[in-house]
């Protein structure tokens, strides 16, 4: 196969594949013909989604991801979302240094919903699952590798000299005999060149960027406010919405009156919508947010709930409670019979709430229908599905409907739907826009309390764990029941994340690493409460749980918490050792004298392949927790970018200690829920910031995720220095010291 080169609108010259430049679907092969990018990718059977892609080879064609202009700049085009956790450099970064490019000179972009950017494990694009450099880390830097080739061969071919005397350095070919040529200048020739079909990396020890603390590339736009994201796109004509959602989830209209919010200046229509869970809204169409929100408080509307389950947290918890008092779906088998006559005993109940994801800039997307065609701008983490979702919500078929990924300002999963919520929202306020006579862009937006209170929380949870220990402090039964809503059943993912009962993601993260024998099972409860995976999923819960009670089985053993752990490691798991380690070594754990009223924490945990440990430091002022130090050993196995990665930490270190906080709880009475912004709904506070110190194990294997793993550790180790503060063990996120 051979490649042609066009030139952009921007005056870029860009690699196109033999099927054409009309669609990017038309670059992605499924064989191994020859010309592009062949990888290669097979899950290892123990992944929790394994079976979500097939083992594949996929030939890509360097033109879908790198783009070189004639003043040498070259720009990238990210298969994710970027909001917030550094794709828009690392992917870059991968690909410039295989490319030898000049990094003042690497741009980014990212990518529409295409075929040839799903995930390469997924086979899905999606940002998600800590897999961005995980997953595409080989696919970029082959990308790059091909590219360089293809210029090399290029300035070779104008000097009539073998490709294997020229060498690169910051996007110049130099070639024997003094000769130079910057890669944008050979774009255009290399571009008419065959695609190599086979490239050698570099090793590592080659590596100019790949390792090293290397400056995000939209740093200066987001510090300087310059930056674009979903709440700033507007499209010539772009009229703002807004909706009135029912207060009961999946609750109907039983009547309404828009007089007064029609008599709103600026207001253009008030319409019934379909919304979310079978339900109706109505929503408010005008000039801008202001008046269309205004129109939104002046309309009135009776609801009709009387189909719809109404939730209650206090009623719920005492259920969910009383449920983990029976054996669930067996996740995990083991021997408890000598539970009874154990030496010691530890039993445990454990509350966790829902959750929010509230991110900085709430849900938005804009969207232009047309007869034949969709146009949609919205933070996605989820571009196939909601590509297909809102294909299917207009009546057109997914390759009518082109979605520009736009920046986003945080996530956390929640742009990441199953059901597409808010994008099949906003297609059918477009509809319905459409069939009241109207044209042009509608820009759905939601406000904070809409975020808040919209649903697709992290679900709530009871834990009930019973655990023997022998006289010489050796657990020898640990029976342990897990109560809590799916998260996957009912979508596209529970065929294989649910199996024999039990939902994946409630389970993830128990018994691992520590070699006990643990008896684990599962309640799949149900209420009228959307749910969703949250930063780090299960491990949001399941990590306190198993780090607050291996820390409490130490103290019963009499031994010290980190000794103990390193005890119960089982010996395979070596990065566990080599994080906590780190760790302790780092923050003086054991050598090092506190300030009097102050203690120390650990906890150490595995989530998206990468294992974080913590040491903190707290104390209890006026019967309140404050925390002081965090001190993290990651093991990452090879950091492509330090900076990037301490910058993960610290934010997931604030984000678990937000769990932590008085407040921090969605609640539910007679379904509605009872929290709408940030002055009931907690979140740290920049006050609240620990000093976080993050300390990187040195490795040479492939890197593995860094957006979650930060999270599950931070809550269980403040626990833990809370307790030999106060000799209270603390049962429930967030806090209460008090009731403890």
């Known amino acids: 196969m051979r490649a042609e080169w066009f030139k952009s609108a921007a005056g870029a010259a860009t690699i196109a594949g033999a099927a054409g430049v009309a669609s990017r679907r038309g670059f992605l092969k499924a064989s191994a013909a020859a010309g592009g990018l062949v990888l290669g990718f097979v899950l290892p059977g123990g992944s929790r989604l394994a079976r979500a892609a097939e083992a594949k080879a996929v030939v890509y064609a360097p033109n879908a991801f790198v783009r070189v202009a004639p003043d040498n700049t070259v720009t990238v085009i990210v ?24 990094w003042r000179q690497m741009r980014s972009e990212l990518a529409p919903a295409a075929d040839v950017y799903k995930d390469p494990v997924f086979g899905m694009q999606i940002t998600g699952g800590s897999g961005t450099i995980a997953h595409s880390f080989t696919q970029y830097r082959e990308v790059g590798a091909r590219a360089r080739a293809m210029l090399v061969a290029a300035a070779a071919q104008q000097w009539k000299v073998d490709p294997s005397q020229c060498r690169t350095a910051k996007g110049i070919v130099f070639g024997p005999a003094g000769q130079k040529a910057t890669y944008g200048a050979l774009a255009e020739a290399a571009g008419k060149l065959p695609v190599p079909e086979t490239v050698t990396l570099k090793d590592q020890k080659q590596f100019a960027y790949i390792g090293k603390p290397m ?92 189909a719809v389950d109404k939730a209650d947290s206090a009623q719920q918890l005492a259920q969910f409670t009383e449920l983990s008092k029976t054996q669930g ?87 990441a739907v199953p059901t597409s919520d808010f994008v099949v929202e906003a297609v059918n306020i477009a509809k319905a826009y459409k069939a009241a006579g109207h044209s042009g862009p509608v820009k759905m937006i939601w406000s904070r309390e809409d975020d808040i209170k919209g649903g697709y929380y992290r679900p709530s949870h009871v834990h009930r764990a019973d655990i023997g220990l022998d006289g010489q402090g050796n657990i020898v039964a640990w029976n342990h029941v897990i109560v ?59 990590a306190f749980v198993m780090e607050t009670l291996i820390d409490e089985a130490a103290h019963a053993a009499s031994m010290d918490p980190v000794a103990y752990r390193k005890k119960l490691i089982d010996a395979k798991h070596v990065r566990h050792h080599a994080a906590l380690d780190l760790a302790v070594a780092k923050s003086g754990y054991g050598r090092k004298k506190l300030p009097k009223g102050h203690a120390f924490g650990v906890a150490v945990h595995e989530s998206f392949g990468t294992v974080v440990a913590y040491v903190v430091e707290a104390s209890v002022k006026d019967g309140a927790p404050k925390l002081h130090k965090v001190t993290a050993g990651v093991h990452c196995n090879l950091a492509v970018n330090p900076l990037t990665i301490e910058a993960q930490v ?3 270190a604030l984000m678990g200690l937000g769990t932590t906080l008085p407040g921090a709880a969605i609640t539910l009475k007679d379904g509605i829920v009872e929290q709408q912004n940030f002055s009931d709904y907690v979140v740290a506070r920049m006050h609240e910031m620990p000093q976080v110190e993050v300390h990187i194990v040195p490795s040479d294997a492939p890197p593995t995720g860094m957006g979650e793993p930060g999270l599950p550790p931070l809550a269980p180790a403040f626990a833990n220095a809370l307790f030999t503060l106060t000799g209270k063990r603390l049962r429930k996120l967030p806090f209460d010291l008090a009731a403890a």
């Open 484 to 542: 809590g809503q799916s998260i996957a059943a009912g979508t596209p993912f529970e065929g294989f994340m649910v199996k024999n009962g039990v939902d994946a993601t409630m389970v993830e993260g128990m018994g691992e690493p520590y070699d006990v024998p643990l008896n684990l099972s599962a309640h799949t409860a149900k209420a009228n409460v959307p749910v969703l995976w949250w930063r780090s999923v299960g491990s949001t819960h399941t």
């Open 329 to 415: 779906a067996v996740s995990r088998q083991a021997d408890v019979s000598q539970l009874a006559g154990a030496a010691k005993k530890i039993s445990a109940v454990y509350e966790f709430p829902y959750l929010a994801h509230a991110p900085m800039e709430p849900i938005n997307c804009t969207v232009d229908l047309k007869d034949d065609s969709c146009t949609l701008w919205v933070g996605s983490q989820f571009q196939t599905g909601d590509q297909a979702a809102a294909a299917a919500t207009a009546g057109l078929k997914p390759e009518q409907v082109t979605l520009h990924t736009v920046m986003a300002g945080g996530g956390f999963g929640r742009r």
């Open 650 to 652: 610290q934010g997931a």
């Open 215 to 306: 400056p995000r590339i939209d740093a200066r736009a987001k510090s300087t406010g310059r930056q674009q994201f979903g709440l700033d796109v507007k499209p010539e004509g772009t009229k703002v919405a807004v909706v009135a959602h029912p207060p009961v989830f999946g609750a109907k209209v039983a009547k309404f009156d828009a007089a007064k919010a029609k008599g709103v200046r600026g207001v253009i229509d008030v319409l019934e919508i379909p919304v979310d869970r079978g339900g109706r809204g109505i929503a408010v169409i005008a000039d801008g947010y202001w008046p269309a929100k205004q129109g939104r408080d002046a309309l009135d509307i009776a609801w009709d709930t009387s």
């Open 79 to 102: 298969n994710r979302l970027e909001f917030g956790q550094g794709v828009h450099t690392a992917l870059p970064l991968v690909i410039a240094d295989e490319l030898d490019a000049d």
